[in-house]
């Protein structure tokens, strides 16, 4: 049977150390990967110049082909514009300036057709003569016949029969 043992007998004081804890020396070579690491950056940064230098001849290449013809011509032209519809250019103060248009037409008087007399007038304005007035109406000549009322399709009946409404 085992021997039971106190578990704060195998605690240590602050900097004693136990020789028989150890890392495993045999799992990992901490020279080897190391070696590998570096060799591994080593040849990135190797491939990295070489494309770069790669790029820069065939670069130089290309310009010795393209002297003076058409190349050359457009990077001195001015770009022109695109075609219409554009991106505004301006957006913010764009919507500032559409805002402050409709806030001088929902309040100001003005002429909206000088010709057939036809005005515009404040908004505020516009809904008290309407409350006041109230909406035009028209007589509907379907409630002369039927006693003042209307005929439409009854909902629960799919349409077949219909129901007298007051108008």
């Not at 790669?54 to 670069?59: G, I, P």
């Not at 005929?151 to 799919?158: K, L």
């Amino acid at each position: 049977m085992a021997e039971i043992t106190n578990p704060h007998d195998h605690e240590k004081k602050h900097g004693e150390h136990d020789s028989q804890v150890a890392w495993e020396r045999k799992d990992i070579n901490i020279f080897q990967v190391s070696a590998f690491g570096i060799g591994l950056l080593l040849s990135c940064l190797v491939v990295v110049f070489a494309v770069w230098g790669l790029f820069n001849f065939m670069f130089a290449q290309e310009e010795k082909k393209n002297v003076g013809t058409a190349t050359e011509l457009m990077r001195k032209e001015r770009p022109a514009l695109p075609p219409e519809p554009r991106l505004q250019g301006n957006p913010k103060q764009e919507i500032k300036d559409l805002r402050a248009d409709e806030t001088t037409i929902l309040t100001s008087y003005g002429w909206l057709d000088p010709a057939k007399g036809t005005v515009r007038i404040p908004i505020d304005e516009a809904i008290d003569l309407v409350a006041k007035k109230g909406l035009p109406s028209k007589p509907s000549p379907a409630g002369s016949d039927n006693e003042g009322y209307r005929m439409i399709p009854a909902d629960s009946s799919s349409g077949r029969t219909l129901e007298k409404i007051s108008q």
